[in-house]
């Protein structure tokens, strides 16, 4: 393995929004000396890699994007080309291609006491740096369940974040494992061009109708002035900010306002009473994400479209299809995982070494957590994008990331205006804003809404969801406090 002996000032892993927005963030400070570490070969994160049928995004276009980088979006909820498109805008725009190592997979972080930097290992090489940023992503590393006989299928598998656009689909005998975000996009694009299609679900999701509408020209054009655009982003961001309240503070707005609307959402578009029943949740609506869809409903009601709840699973593999767990065997052409991410527990795909060979998976051991979600005692200078409790579910991600690289910046900016060379936060200050962050969980539908989420770790903890407002987030991310950091030219302060 070949080691550079070059020390970028800063390292960022990954190209997606996160990436993007820190690469942003150091070119407008004047920070050139860095480096993005990308394991795909091509650039641009989660709207480029998953571009399953139908993939759109669920928060309104204008407010899911860059605050500096307006864009003439045709739509209200984007779908993966448009997002893509936009992706490739930034990178292009900012010259991002030039700062870019592809197919360049991270395997090991290591904290180096005597050289005051990280050694970042990759199955090609190996860098350092004085300072990390962690982008990755908290839906980059796909979750497939193990089940019976698994290996015994002899026809075509592959999860959603990895869609094979090679394999002819039509006509063909479909089963989706899962009916979560992304299994509600498939479903309703493919359910009219397969010949069967076999949906697992394992519990129901409450569906409420998208408000979407194509954007006239004239109202693009406006799109582009900056004024429009930012006055637009603050519209849609405080008219979604109220959700907060329901998630929060009132189970009786939840039910007055959301759950009434879903259910009749489902009445309206689910005549058949048993599939209805099926499709019904037995939770509060928002302790599991929200579905935003006009279509899903309708597919899963096409004679060709089978809906398997949780008294008809996968009891094992054939190797033709699947036998459930009510004896119907199902010869498949193919079976799709739309089984989420690990998003918790495993998150970040790579070991991580601090100071005095502190492990990032034993700290975590118990649970994910970080101070503002972002930086961790005993790992100096690393810094998480969309960390531990950092998700958003009312609003866009894209804001909170945008609201950590407040923090992160500042914590570079002291670095250089103090002419050390090691920022560490304090015991301390994790431990205090770790406690505030599981007393107000305690509060959320998220906790106490009857369901189990992938918002969860092992623990039964909420370790991906913030637990309020995402105004109060930035303000905590734009409020830097030295007292809670220690600053050395050394190992330690």
């Known amino acids: 393995m070949k080691a550079t002996e070059h020390t970028y000032e800063v390292l960022i892993i990954g190209t997606g929004f996160g990436g993007q927005s820190a690469a942003l963030q150091l070119k407008k400070r004047g920070i050139d000396d860095f480096v993005m570490l990308e394991r795909r070969d091509f650039m641009g ?51 991002l291609a030039n700062k870019v190592r592809l197919r360049r997979t991270v395997t090991e972080l290591r ?18 740096a004085r300072s990390v940023i962690s982008a990755q992503g908290p839906l980059s590393n796909p979750l497939i369940p193990d089940f019976a006989n698994q290996d015994a299928y002899q026809g075509k598998t592959f999860h959603t974040n990895q869609w094979d656009h090679g394999f002819a689909y039509s006509n063909k005998r479909v089963a989706i494992i899962g009916s979560g975000a992304s299994a509600a996009q498939v479903i309703p694009a493919i359910a009219d061009k397969v010949a069967q299609l076999h949906v697992f679900q394992r519990t129901p999701h409450w569906v409420m109708p998208r408000p ?13 002035v900056n004024l429009f655009y930012q006055t637009l982003r603050k519209a849609i961001y405080w008219g979604l900010e109220w959700r907060v309240l329901a998630f929060k503070y009132s189970k009786t707005l939840m039910k007055l306002f ?69 004896g119907t065997e199902l ?3 193919l079976v799709v995982y739309s089984t989420g991410f690990k998003a918790t527990d495993g998150a970040l795909g790579f070991d991580v070494i601090g100071r005095d060979g502190r492990r990032l998976d034993e700290v975590w051991e118990d649970y994910p957590r970080a101070y503002l979600g972002t930086t961790m005692p005993g790992f100096p200078n690393l810094f998480l994008v969309t960390g531990p409790n950092t998700g958003i579910g009312h609003t866009s991600a ?14 570079l900016t002291e670095l250089r205006r103090r002419h050390q060379r090691v920022i560490e936060v304090t015991e301390e200050a994790e431990q205090a804003y770790t406690d505030m962050i599981h007393r107000e969980m305690a509060k959320t539908v998220w906790q106490s809404g009857g369901c189990e989420s992938w918002y969860k770790s092992k623990s039964g903890k909420v370790t991906a969801m913030f637990p309020g407002f995402s105004f109060v987030y930035r303000l905590l991310a734009q409020r830097f406090r030295a007292k809670h950091h220690q600053f050395s030219n050394g190992e330690r302060a």
């Open 398 to 411: 894209i804001f909170v990331i945008e609201s950590q690289m407040y923090y992160i910046m500042r914590a």
């Open 111 to 128: 904290w180096l006491a005597e050289r005051c930097c990280w050694q970042v290992t990759t199955d090609h090489e190996v860098y350092f």
């Open 45 to 95: 994160g989660t709207w480029c890699q998953n571009s399953y049928p139908g993939a759109q995004v669920d928060v309104q276009s204008p407010l899911y994007s860059l605050a500096s980088e307006p864009y003439p979006w045709s739509q209200m909820f984007a779908e993966q080309p448009e997002l893509e498109a936009y992706t490739h805008h930034v990178l292009t725009k900012h010259e």
């Open 212 to 224: 979407d509408r194509r954007f006239p020209a004239w109202f693009q054009r406006l799109l582009g």
């Open 331 to 333: 010869e498949l052409d």
């Open 258 to 326: 959301a759950e009434r609307e879903a259910r009749k959402h489902l009445r309206e578009q689910i005549p058949d009473p048993e599939l209805r029943e099926k499709l019904t949740p037995d939770y509060m609506i928002g302790c599991k994400r929200i579905i935003v869809s006009n279509t899903l409903y309708p597919a899963l009601a096409r004679e060709n479209v089978t809906l398997h709840d949780k008294n008809d699973g996968i009891a094992r593999f054939t190797e033709q299809g699947i036998i459930t767990t009510q």
